[in-house]
């Protein structure tokens, strides 16, 4: 990552030299004995242990903490353990942090070695920490139903931006005297606009500019005993007094499509507690583009479209992560390393350029030929980029473990004809007349054909042609250890074959095996390595053809699909919130060949966005410029004039 936090090691326990200050302490006799006081302050000032027994057991609930920095994560580990201790097994939760210099993995296991009560929660955690990119980070840890949000970034660039509900605050980071930039009004402001009738807040500090800053934006404070030897600290609430707990209704959702973009769609809406119907006119899913046996997962980045690759490199990050979590086993999902490389003099300029600007976060690292060579296995002839956590999944695999969540059911072989909206919601006809029953919204995730069903959106949709094969293993590719990618792709043996692929056909629609696409595919794989000899094995020993779906500035299309009809009068418009609101149908299409890459991250976002319409009001996984730039009308929007709509998608913060 481009900042981590400046550590000494002192006797064991980490100390700040930016803050001049230890993160905690294991001395009983000193003022931060770690977890003890985040016990008494953060978990028992803000009646966790009581408040998530009450969580309703009989449908789905989410409960926001939000806390101010992060350090080492003694207090997320400390919350979810309570929280798996005392939570109802329907309820989810939902931890936002917020930190400026995040510890490096290394530091940050070597922090928790010092709690063995917290090993399972700290191994959990530790699983998923890797990849940190500046900006938001989202970590799912599904086996205690709980994420973590971790804003990577200065807490008054944050602050401002945060959009969620929050149940309960803990105000931590180094104290008022060592952090005055932290406790700014921005905080207070932030915290008052964001939290929920009744929310409650702690802190270790009774410092009286934090007592004030409380206070002047409405908050009850009041001071208790502290922890040890610090006398008081602060804890308090938001005016009126917290309710029983009755979250809004979640909704009922169809999906339209049974590829990675419908069945990821599925996945998460069905986390947050949706009950989610997924059609598909095929016999079973993930028969597209979806279908074939292995897809590789890298981000393509080109250090010129700043959008396309914060798309790019925070899908990998998030759907690496999501794959891990599946649990899927050695023949559906390995991460083994991929090698990027230049098949022609401008694709290798693009590599230096992109090995240039993004080495620092520590995504990809720059090779030269001799080096990448060691890193292949095989020889290479030109330098590369090394994406050590590139990995390839196998993607029907994949849609298959995500459709056996309970919240969700499928319905293969029913072809839809056209969506219809009511009073009380969206109905389905099937080819043939058959009407569906009511769902709140639909999300429409069929790749090419959501133009059908959706006529008058605006989108653009390009279908394109793409082959794939299978070789046998060669000799002379024998030692290939890695991924290797150029104009096509060549993957180390398994079982005796090597995956390649694929042709790339603008407007071709015809998914028909051809010799003439498995030659190519062949002569592509002679040109990732000079030892490599392709031309005594001609033979397909299996191959596959289908349709990618892409747009005209390669960005999906995922959001609501708004009722232009409702627009005000007054183009052009500015302000993207002067739009009509959503009316319950969204799409989530168009990833091209970085589908299987793309897909899952985008439609957890697409996921939380929807539930927010429908009153469920949950962290969010990006900015809103960033969702600007993948709204489903962006066309439109540019075709009637309205490029000031468009603007933030050029302020989405760059690497």
Not at 18 to 32: C, I, L, N
Not at 39 to 55: E, K, M, S
Not at 357 to 384: E, F, K, P
Not at 437 to 446: G, I, K, P, R, S
Request: glycine share 8%.
């Amino acid at each position: 990552m481009s900042t981590h936090a400046v550590l000494e090691w002192r006797n064991g326990l980490p100390y700040s030299t930016q803050f001049d200050d230890v993160y905690f302490s294991v001395s009983p006799d000193h003022p931060q004995h770690g977890l003890a006081e985040t016990r008494h302050v953060f978990l028992a000032q803000n009646q966790l242990h009581t408040r998530w027994q009450q969580l309703p057991s009989d449908q789905p609930s989410h409960f926001v903490i939000v806390e101010t920095g992060f350090g080492s994560g003694l207090n997320f580990l400390a919350a979810l353990q309570l929280w798996r201790e005392t939570a109802p097994s329907q309820a989810h939760l939902h931890f936002v942090s917020i930190e400026i210099a995040p510890f490096t993995p290394q530091d940050l296991q070597a922090a928790h070695r010092h709690f063995p009560a917290l090993a399972a929660v700290s191994e959990a955690l530790c699983r998923q920490y890797r990849l940190m990119q500046p900006g938001i980070n989202q970590l799912e840890l599904p086996e205690f139903s709980a994420s973590l949000t971790l804003h990577i970034g200065d807490s008054a660039t944050v602050l401002p931006q945060l959009k969620l509900v929050a149940d309960a605050w803990f105000l931590d980071g180094f104290a008022p005297s060592k952090n005055p930039q932290m406790w700014q009004s921005s905080l207070f402001e932030c915290m008052a606009r964001c939290s929920r009738p009744g929310s409650t807040f702690a802190t270790f500090t009774s410092a009286g500019l934090v007592k004030r800053g409380l206070q002047a934006v409405g908050f009850h404070v009041q001071k208790v005993p502290g922890y040890g030897k610090k006398r008081e600290m602060l804890c308090g609430h938001w005016p009126a007094a917290a309710q029983d707990f009755s979250p809004p209704a979640m909704p009922k959702v169809a999906i339209i499509g049974a590829g990675i973009a419908g069945c990821s769609t599925a996945w998460f809406l069905a986390k947050l507690g949706c009950e989610v119907h997924v059609f598909d006119r095929a016999e079973q899913i993930a028969t597209g583009a979806s279908g074939n046996p292995k897809g590789m997962l890298y981000p393509r980045l080109n250090a010129e479209k700043p959008l396309n690759d914060q798309l790019a490199w925070r899908s990998y990050s998030f759907t690496l992560r999501h794959y891990a979590n599946l649990g899927l086993g050695g023949d559906a999902f390995q991460t083994c390393g991929l090698l990027q490389m230049g098949a022609s003099p401008r694709e290798r300029k693009r590599v230096q350029k992109v090995g240039d600007r993004y080495a620092h976060l520590g995504l990809l690292q720059s090779l030269t030929a001799d080096q990448a060579s060691v890193q292949a296995g095989v020889s290479i002839a030109h330098n590369c980029l090394y994406f050590a956590q590139g990995a390839w999944v196998n993607p029907t695999m994949a849609c298959a473990q995500m459709m056996r969540h309970p919240n969700i059911q499928w319905q293969l072989q029913h072809d839809i004809a056209a969506l219809s909206a009511h009073a009380q919601g969206w109905q389905l006809t099937m080819q043939g007349g058959k009407v569906s029953q009511t769902f709140a919204a639909v999300v429409v995730c069929n790749a090419a054909e959501a133009a059908n069903l959706i006529p008058n959106s605006g989108m653009w949709l390009n279908p394109v042609r793409g082959q794939m094969g299978m070789i046998h293993a060669q000799p002379e590719m024998a030692s290939l250890k890695v991924i290797l990618c150029g104009d096509g792709y060549l993957t180390p043996a398994s079982e005796g074959m090597h995956t390649m692929g694929a042709t790339f056909a603008p407007g071709d629609s015809d998914t028909d095996i051809r010799e003439a696409d498995h030659l190519s595919n062949l002569d592509m794989v002679s040109r990732l390595s000079p030892q490599f000899d392709t031309t005594h094995d001609t033979a397909m020993t299996g191959a596959r053809a289908a349709l990618r779906c892409g747009s005209p500035d390669y960005l999906p299309y995922v959001g609501p699909v708004l009722n232009l009809a409702a627009l005000p009068q007054t183009p052009p418009l500015t302000d993207f919130a002067a739009l009509p609101a959503p009316q319950g149908l969204y799409v989530h299409v168009a990833h091209g060949s970085k589908g299987l890459m793309t897909a899952p991250f985008c439609a957890a976002m697409l996921a939380q966005r929807l539930c927010a319409d429908f009153g469920t009001c949950l962290p969010a996984l990006t900015e809103d410029s960033f969702w600007t730039g993948l709204h489903p009308q962006r066309h439109l929007f540019k075709a009637l004039g309205w490029k000031a709509l468009l603007n933030p998608f050029d302020h989405v913060p760059s690497a």
